[in-house]
């Protein structure tokens, strides 16, 4: 399951494929499940109070097309922070079309003095612009990195792939629905859209839902320092823009204390999650973040390592199995 959400297409806007994927598999383990208006994939189980909200959003970076020049060049904008680095040379795809990023320079076979910006790099397929035309290439086409499919590394502990930001949450909301399936309290799995472009999808779904509290499964940078891989899931106390929630925070703390689970404790000055969208849904949302710390994310391919998926999973389930009602910060 976790290999085919990774090699699953689902830029921001565009998440239809990872959605048609996720309700197949999960509607086994719960009570109902519906779509809605904006795209979030929203799966309930019914029970007692409290009304616990687990989420996971199912979009990903990628690119899309600005500008296709007479020649064929496809100029093209980002969709969600990707760094120019790691677009150089890379290979993509137009729905069946293929094609890679390069530079003036590079196609000419010319030495780069130094890194091109975004304006400078397009897309070459081979095609003029009529010809890409005639195969449906727009402005507004999707564009994907290329898919190598899901690896192994060296170790088979560490695992290859696009998108992993945050499909591997979405893997653990299925592995928590599949074990929680008998738990007497109320659960929403949230699998959400947009997250990329400005957490829309949870800040939508939470206003609907009214949860007691909620936790965000997403993953976080591997700095090798205070963030590493295999050293179990990251607990956020403060990203750039939300504190976590301290209550919630404790609970898992004294949870992987008492259970020998590894944990990391995160304090970040950049980025955020859908938890900032979440906790702050009409009159508050008690919100907290678990992360699995990756190597290269918003690239083509990025790492991370099974241990820290499986302990995530562990951790949350452990707490769900007897969920404590009230959360005060």
Known sequence: ML???????????????VRKL???????YVDSVKVDKLGNLIAHKKGTKPTVMLAAHMDE??????????????????????????????????????????????????????????EELYIETGLTKKELRKKGIKVGTYVSFYNCGHTTMGSKKII???GLDDRLGCFVLIELAKRLRKAKEEIYYVFTVQEEMGMY????????????????????????????????PCITIMDSEMIGNRCINEWLEAIAKRKRIKVQLEVSDSGTTDALSI???????????????????????????????????????????KPPKICIT
């Open 160 to 162: 290859a792939g696009k």
């Open 61 to 118: 970076v990628g690119l899309m097309v600005r500008e296709i020049e007479k020649d064929g060049k496809i100029r093209f904008s980002t969709v969600g922070g990707i760094d120019e680095a790691a677009l150089i040379c890379r290979r993509v795809t137009l729905g069946k079309i293929k094609g890679v990023i390069v530079t003036k320079e590079l196609s000419r076979g010319e030495g780069m003095k130094e890194l091109p910006s975004m």
């Open 279 to 321: 906790s702050l849904s009409k009159g508050g949302v008690p919100t907290a973040v678990i992360g699995m710390a990756i190597k290269s994310m918003h690239t083509p391919v990025s790492l991370a390592h099974m241990d820290d998926i499986t302990s995530s999973i562990r951790l949350i389930e452990l707490l769900l199995k």
């Open 3 to 17: 290999e085919k959400l990774i090699n699953s297409d689902g830029i921001s806007g565009n998440e239809e494929a």
């Open 201 to 232: 999808g949870a800040k939508i779904s939470a206003y609907d839902i009214e949860p007691d509290w909620a936790i965000v499964i997403d993953v976080t940078d591997a700095d090798e320092k205070s963030r590493k891989m295999g050293h179990g």
């Open 22 to 28: 996720i309700q197949k598999e999960i509607k086994k």
